[in-house]
C-alpha cells in the first residue's frame, strides 16, 4: 500500500527525531587537554562538558569517577620531591586498577631529570619518564590503554570518556578547615568594588564596602612627582582610569583635578585620614609603600593602620616604632632558620601570600596558623572560578583571610 503524500513529512519528520534521539544518546563526553610548555607562554587547561580548568605548574592528574563525574589534582613536581612520590603512588594505584585517568604538564614539570624514571617505565610511562624541562605533556589510560604525547610546545589532545565508568574510588578527598567567621577575614582589596569596578582606591569604594561589611581596608599607596602620597594602584592604571595625558606620575594638584571614570574621587594623605576619622572601626592595610615610619607618622590613628612590608631594613624599622606589620610572600620565604622566631621577635601577627601558593606550601600555613600569625591570600579572582566564594568554602581556615574585592560573605 503506498503512503499518501499527506503522511510523508510525518513519516521523515519522525525518522530523523528517532535518528537525532539515537544519536544523542549515543554522544559520549569528551575531554579536551591543552597542555603547554615553557616557552609556550600559554596557560594550560582541561575542558569536560564545556566547563574549563586552568592548572598550575607541574603535572595534574585527572581521574573519572564516571563519563560526567571527575576529580583532579595539580602536582608541582618542579618544585617538589615529595609531589613527585605521592603523583607516582597515584598512578600506580590507578593503573592496577584499570582506571581511567589522564595527566597534562603545565609550564616546567621537571627539574633535571625525574628520579622516578625507572618506576615510570615499568608503569609503561616512557615518555614521561624521559620528560625533560619546559616540554609540553599529554598522557590518558582508557580501558587499560596508555597513550603518551609530548611536543616542546604545546600538546592538544580530544578524547572520548567511555560511558561505562562506574569507579567509587576518592583518590583526592576534598580537605576543609575549621574557622570562627568573623568580619576582620576580608580585606576591601584596592578599596573593595564600587559599581562592577576595581581597583579605585577611591572614596566612593571605601563608603560603598563599608556599608557592605568590610572593616579591613587595603589602599595603594604611591607618590606624586612632587613627594606627596595618595592612593592609586599605579599610574599606568591611574592615567587609564582618568583620561590622563600627561607625564607619568603627575602632581599632586594634578592627581586632585581628575575623577576615576569621571565619578569616583582620588584620595590623597586629607582625604583617606579625613575618611578613616570619621569610620572610627575601620582599619587600613597599605600596599606598595616600603617607608613604614612616614607614612605611619602622616596617618590619623597608627593603632588602626597595618603595613605590607616588602624587605628586613622596613620590617625592621616599624617593629622597632610599634608599627604593625604585614610581612610580604617575597621577604616570608627568603627567612633563614627559624621563620616562626623572626616573627616573634619582631612582633609581626600578619602576612600575604598569594593563594597560587596555597597548594604547595600547606606545611608552612598550618605552622603559620599554629603560631597565630594572620595569613591573607590575594589573586583572589585571578584564576578561573577561583573567586571570594571558592576561598571562602576552600581555603579560609587553612590562611586566615583573603584580599576580597567583593562583600559575598553574609
Given at each position: 500500500m503506498l503512503l499518501s503524500k499527506t503522511f510523508v513529512p510525518v513519516f521523515l519528520s519522525i525518522t530523523l527525531f528517532i535518528s537525532f534521539f539515537q544519536e544523542t544518546i549515543a554522544q559520549k563526553e569528551t575531554l579536551i587537554i591543552n597542555s603547554n610548555g615553557f616557552n609556550a607562554k600559554k596557560r594550560s587547561s582541561f575542558n569536560i562538558g564545556g566547563i574549563e580548568e586552568k592548572v598550575e605548574r607541574g603535572l595534574t592528574l585527572i581521574h573519572f569517577n564516571s563519563s560526567k563525574k571527575h576529580e583532579f589534582k595539580g602536582f608541582d613536581t618542579y618544585g617538589s620531591e615529595e609531589a613527585l612520590d605521592e603523583l607516582?603512588?597515584?598512578?600506580?594505584?590507578?593503573?592496577?586498577?584499570?582506571?581511567?585517568?589522564?595527566?597534562?604538564?603545565?609550564d616546567s614539570a621537571v627539574k633535571g631529570s625525574l628520579s622516578k624514571s625507572k618506576e615510570l617505565i615499568q608503569m609503561g610511562l616512557v615518555q614521561l619518564s624521559s620528560l625533560k624541562s619546559r616540554q609540553a605533556y599529554v598522557m590518558y589510560a582508557i580501558n587499560g590503554q596508555l597513550k603518551e604525547v609530548v611536543d616542546d610546545l604545546s600538546v592538544e589532545e580530544s578524547i572520548s570518556i567511555p560511558d561505562n565508568i562506574s569507579d567509587n574510588q576518592i583518590y583526592f578527598p576534598r580537605i576543609t578547615y575549621e574557622f570562627e567567621p568573623s568580619n576582620d577575614r576580608y580585606i576591601a582589596h584596592a578599596a573593595g568594588e564600587v559599581n562592577g569596578i576595581k581597583s579605585t582606591n577611591s572614596k566612593e569604594a571605601l563608603d560603598e564596602n563599608y556599608k557592605k561589611g568590610f572593616r579591613l581596608f587595603e589602599l595603594d599607596i604611591i607618590k606624586t612627582s612632587d613627594g606627596k602620597l595618595v592612593a592609586a594602584h599605579d599610574w599606568k592604571m591611574w592615567s587609564r582610569f582618568t583620561d590622563y595625558g600627561g607625564s607619568l606620575p603627575p602632581s599632586h594638584s594634578e592627581f586632585m583635578k581628575h575623577k576615576i571614570?569621571?565619578?569616583?574621587?582620588?584620595?590623597?594623605?586629607?582625604?583617606?585620614?579625613?575618611?578613616?576619622?570619621?569610620?572610627?572601626?575601620?582599619?587600613?592595610?597599605?600596599?606598595?609603600?616600603?617607608?613604614?615610619?612616614?607614612?605611619?607618622?602622616?596617618?590619623?590613628?597608627?593603632?588602626?593602620?597595618?603595613?605590607?612590608?616588602?624587605?628586613?631594613?622596613?620590617?625592621?624599622?616599624?617593629?622597632?616604632?610599634?608599627?604593625?606589620?604585614?610581612?610580604?610572600?617575597?621577604?616570608?620565604?627568603a627567612l633563614k632558620g627559624d621563620k616562626m622566631n623572626y616573627l616573634k621577635v619582631n612582633n609581626i601577627k600578619y602576612a600575604a601570600v598569594s593563594r597560587r601558593i596555597i597548594r604547595n606550601q600547606t606545611k608552612l600555613l598550618l605552622e603559620l596558623k599554629k603560631n597565630d600569625i594572620k595569613v591573607?591570600?590575594?589573586?583572589?579572582?585571578?584564576?578561573?572560578?577561583?573567586?571570594?566564594?571558592?576561598?571562602?568554602?576552600?581555603?579560609?581556615?587553612?590562611?586566615?583571610?583573603?584580599?576580597?574585592?567583593?562583600?559575598?560573605?553574609d
Open positions: 607516582v603512588t597515584h598512578i600506580q594505584k590507578m593503573l592496577a586498577q584499570k582506571t581511567t585517568f589522564a595527566i597534562l604538564a603545565h571614570y569621571g565619578d569616583y574621587t582620588t584620595l590623597d594623605m586629607t582625604g583617606i585620614n579625613q575618611w578613616f576619622a570619621t569610620h572610627p572601626d575601620a582599619i587600613l592595610i597599605t600596599d606598595k609603600l616600603n617607608d613604614p615610619v612616614a607614612f605611619a607618622e602622616a596617618f590619623v590613628d597608627k593603632s588602626r593602620l597595618i603595613m605590607e612590608l616588602f624587605s628586613m631594613m622596613s620590617m625592621d624599622e616599624a617593629s622597632r616604632e610599634g608599627i604593625n606589620i604585614m610581612i610580604s610572600q617575597d621577604p616570608l620565604f591573607y591570600v590575594y589573586n583572589v579572582n585571578f584564576d578561573p572560578g577561583k573567586d571570594e566564594k571558592y576561598v571562602q568554602e576552600n581555603e579560609i581556615g587553612l590562611v586566615y583571610g583573603m584580599y576580597a574585592d567583593k562583600w559575598v560573605f
